[in-house]
């Protein structure tokens, strides 16, 4: 599960984790309205440059995206065709730029300090009984779990490529499938032995305590 987290430490890991989710938030709003693919593609290259300045490794994290490829010219394709290319070269930009700005607060942030930077927003829960740690950690979850899936399809891709010369097959989809639903077992089992409870208590949480 920390796969995705870089731990060579940089200025970005300092920066605190409700700030930089807040900025990611704000940047994917800010983007969807537009439709230039200039303007986008400033925002991209922007980004770009936010991952050049963590250094060489956080420049590596970008080829996670390798995979989504096939994916994104499909759309770009269909969209092309339906509508313009330049609404489609938007699309894509768009994609990626939101995809690299998540990406830079997954792996510059623990786990903990995501859990700990929902958990307050998500509060009011605790009205209706509802633990506000257990779908700050959901969300958390969902966050570390995109780099390390995109990292283990990218894996698989390499080896069937290095045995068969060919490109990636549909026949990788299940053996991935399976791989995913282990890694979510071994959560679900890690979760239980350290207790973790999903019901609301009198006692706050010893982690709200701060």
């Known amino acids: 599960m920390i796969a995705g987290y870089l731990a060579a430490p940089t200025w970005l890991h300092r920066v605190p984790a409700g700030l930089k989710l807040g900025a990611v938030a704000a940047v994917s709003l800010l983007v969807l309205p537009v439709t230039d693919w200039r303007v986008l593609g400033t925002g991209l290259v922007l980004v770009l440059g936010l991952y050049a300045s963590l250094g060489r490794e956080a420049l590596r994290r970008v080829a996670l995206l390798k995979p989504l490829m096939p994916l994104l010219l499909a759309i770009a ?4 065709w339906l509508e ?14 939101m995809v ?10 623990s786990m903990q300090s995501m859990i700990d930077a929902v958990a307050p927003v998500l509060a009011p829960l605790r009205r209706v009984g509802l633990n506000p740690r257990v ?17 283990a399809w990218q894996q698989r891709e390499e080896a069937w490529r290095a045995r068969t010369g060919r490109r990636a097959s549909l026949r990788l989809v299940p053996s991935f499938i399976a791989e995913a639903l282990r890694m979510a077992d071994q959560m679900a089992e890690a979760l239980d032995a350290r207790g973790f409870n999903t019901r609301s208590s009198a006692q706050p949480h010893p982690g709200d305590q701060r």
């Open 135 to 151: 779908p700050a950690l959901a969300i958390a979850l969902v966050l570390r779990f995109v780099p390390v899936l995109l990292s």
């Open 77 to 80: 394709l269909l969209q092309g």
């Open 100 to 109: 690299l700005a998540a990406s830079l607060v997954t792996f510059t942030t």
């Open 84 to 97: 313009t290319w330049p609404a489609a070269a938007a699309s894509i930009t768009r994609i990626l730029l």
